[in-house]
Nanobody, 126 residues
Framework: EVQLVESGGGLVQAGGSLRLSCAAS????????IGWFRQAPGKEREGVSR????????YYADFVKGRFTISSDNAKNTVYLQMNSLKPEDTAVYYCAAIPVVGANIWYDYREYDYWGQGTQVTVSS
């Protein structure tokens, strides 16, 4: 059974940091890319970052470049999202998702991802 389990969300003041974790199981980790998405109330889900496990290639949305860092620990089948300099507009439910790295795809298009975690709430107060 495929499982993605997020953790690490919480309440933080603007300018603070959080590290999200996404623990994966039930599939061959190296064959996938793991993306982080977020969804604020009343807004569409949007891509935040993605890492391809096999070659480590990374993508970031412009609105998090220089503030967020994605990484993976392949021995633990876990992907992390280090979030620094958080802003109130970063408040959202954050999800991780998995997609096979086969062929071309649009990394930030949530509709292309096969598996999803349950989400973790991140709230940034001003």
């Amino acid at each position: 059974e495929v499982q993605l389990v997020e953790s690490g969300g919480g309440l933080v003041q603007a300018g603070g940091s959080l590290r999200l974790s996404c623990a994966a199981s039930g599939f061959t980790f190296d064959d996938y890319a793991i993306g982080w998405f977020r969804q604020a109330p009343g807004k569409e889900r949007e891509g935040v970052s993605r890492i391809s496990i096999s070659d480590g290639s990374k993508y970031y949305a412009d609105f998090v470049k220089g503030r967020f860092t994605i990484s993976s620990d392949n021995a633990k089948n876990t992907v992390y999202l280090q979030m620094n300099s958080l802003k109130p507009e970063d408040t959202a439910v954050y999800y991780c998702a998995a997609i096979p790295v086969v062929g071309a795809n649009i990394w930030y298009d949530y509709r292309e991802y096969d598996y999803w975690g349950q989400g973790t709430q991140v709230t940034v107060s001003s």
